[in-house]
C-alpha cells in the first residue's frame, strides 16, 4: 500500500457566520492543519458576494462548508468513500456545521477525551457522541433559531416571543452545566503547616464551572443561592469541551448583538443563577485558544448584524424568517 501525505483540508468560512464559527473553533481545538478561506462578502448590500470557489464546491453558497482533497476522501470522513476506483478523485464535501462537529468528534477525539465523558469507557463513546449529537440539535432548534426571530421579527410582541423562546433555551443549556471544586494553592504569611504538612501556603477551594454534562444538575442550575454556591459540588476533574459546548457558544457570543439592536438583556430575563452560569461558561470557552481564534471585535461584529436587525438581508436564514421558518430548518 502506497504511503502518502493528507492533504489539507479547506474550510470556506465568514467571519461573522456563527454556523462557520462553529466548524473553524472545533477544527482549531483538534489541531487540524487547514486552509481558512474567507468567502462572503457583503459591501454596502443587503445580500452577500459568494466567491466563485465556495460556489463551485456548494452551489448554494453556504458557509461552512469543508472540503477534504480527494486523495484523502476515503480515510477522512467516516469511511465514507466507496471502493469503486471511479470514486478515488472526488473531493468530500461538508455542509452542515453539526455534521461536521460530530465527524471531527469521532477522527479526532482522544483517548483522554473519551474517557472524560459520564460513562466513561471508550467503547461507550460513540452511543455517548449519539446523545450528545442529538442534545446538540435541541439546543440548536431552542437556543439558536430563536435569536433570529428576536433580532428580524418587525413587531415588538414577535420579538420578544422569540427573546422569551431562546431565554427558555438558555436556561434548559445550562442545566447542563455544573458548578465544580477546584483546589488552588495561596501563599500565606503563616509558619504553621497546612494540612499537607507544607508551610507558607494553604489550599484555598474555587468554584468554576463545567463544560457541557449529559446529565442536567438536578437541583434548579445545582445552585443553592444566587451565587452558585452549592453544597454538594463536584471535585473538578480533567474535561474538555464537546460537540454541544461548540454548538451554543456562537449564540451565547452574540447576547451583545441582541441588546444593542432590542435592548433585551439575558440578566433581566432568566433568574441570577443562570446568568451566573452562562457568563462563567462563556469566559471558560473564551479561555480556548481555539475560540480565541475566531472571536471578531464586539463593534465590528454587531455592525455585521445590521442588515438582520432592519429585516433587508438577502441570506437563507433571513428569507426562511421572514417566512416564518426556524433557522435550523435551513
Known sequence: MVSMKTPTPTLYSAWFCPYAQRAWSCLNYFEIEFDLIESLGSGMTVSYTKIPELLKVNPKGLVPTLVYPAVAAKEEVNGKGNNDEKDDKKDIVQCESLDILLDLYQKHSSTSSKNNQKGGRDEDYSVLLK?????????????????????????????????????????????????????????????????????????????????????????????????????????????????????VYPWINRLCVIEHYRGYKLMDKVPRHVSDKIYAWKDKMESLPAIQKTVGEEKRLIDSYSRYAAGTVQSKVGEAVRQGKDADTV
Open 131 to 247: 446523545q450528545l449529537y442529538r442534545d446538540a440539535r435541541t439546543h440548536n432548534k431552542n437556543v439558536c433559531s430563536p435569536f433570529y426571530r428576536a433580532l428580524m421579527k418587525r413587531d415588538e410582541i414577535d420579538r420578544q416571543e422569540g427573546w422569551k423562546a431562546m431565554a427558555d433555551g438558555i436556561v434548559a443549556f445550562s442545566d447542563h452545566l455544573e458548578w465544580k471544586a477546584t483546589a488552588t494553592r495561596q501563599d500565606t504569611n503563616k509558619e504553621e503547616e497546612n494540612e499537607e504538612g507544607e508551610s507558607g501556603s494553604a489550599t484555598k477551594k474555587l468554584k468554576c464551572i463545567s463544560f457541557y454534562q449529559l446529565s442536567p444538575s438536578p437541583s434548579p442550575s445545582n445552585a443553592k443561592n444566587q451565587h452558585g454556591d452549592s453544597n454538594d459540588e463536584q471535585e473538578e476533574e480533567a474535561e474538555e469541551p464537546n460537540l454541544v459546548d461548540f454548538t
